[in-house]
C-alpha cells in the first residue's frame, strides 16, 4: 500500500533520512518512533505527498508519487487521511463544520452527508461538541476532532502524527482503541509517536509493528522496546 525504495531526504540544514526502505501491506498497523527531530514527521509527509523524496522511490497504491500529476495527487490524496500533529483547526467554524472540511474541500455537498457526519462525531464520542469551536476545546477533544476529520472521506491509509500528544494516558489509550477500530475496519494505519509506553500498550490491543528511526536510516524495531 505504502512503499519507500532507498528514500533519502536532504534539506539545507543535512540529510535526514538516510536509505530509507519499508513496506507498509494493506490493512497493517505501524507504529513509527525515535527521538525528537529524527524526521517521523517527515517521513510522514512523503506518505502523504507532502515533501518529495531527494532520491529514492516512493509509490503509494502501487502508483509511483513521482510520476503522479497535480491531480492524480490530489485524488490519491483524498484516499490518505492526516491527523496533524498540530491538528489545525480554523477558529471560525464549529468542530462540526471543520471536521465536514475535506468533504468541502474535495467537491462533496457537507449538506448530503449529515448523518456520516453525525455518525463520526458520535464514533469519536463528540456528538454533544459538534457546535463548539476549537478554542473552547480539551487537547482530548481537539484529538478526536482530528482523528474523525482525518476518516471523514473514508480514507485507505490513516496517517496519524503523535495522536496523543498532550491528552492523558486514559485519553491516549481511548485514541489509540479508535485507531485499532479504524485497523480493524481494514485501514492501513501508521502512527508517529515518541510515547514507548504507549506502544508497549498496544501490544494488547492492535496487532502493530514498530519501526524505528536511528541516525538516519529506518529498522524494523525488536520485542525490546
Ligand atoms: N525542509 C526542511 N527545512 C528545514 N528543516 C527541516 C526541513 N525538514 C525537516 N527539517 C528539520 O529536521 C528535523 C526533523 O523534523 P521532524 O519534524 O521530521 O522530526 P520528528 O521526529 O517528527 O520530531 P518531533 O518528535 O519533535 O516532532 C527538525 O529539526 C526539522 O526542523
Redesign the pocket.
Known sequence: MIELENVSYS???GQ?LSDVSMQLAPGSFHFLT?P???????LLKLCYGALAPTTGRLSVFGEDMGRLDRDQMAMMRRRIGVVH?DCRFLDHLTLAENVALPLLVSGRDPKGEEENLKELMQWVGLGPRAEAHPPELSGGERQRAALARAVILSPDIVLAD?PTGNVDWDMSQRLLRLLGELNRMGKTVLV?T?DLSLIRAAKSQVQARVLR?SQRKLQLAGADL
Open positions: 534539506y539545507g540544514g535526514l525515535g525528537s527531530g529524527s524526521g517521523k514527521t517527515t500533529q503523535e508517529a515518541h528511526i
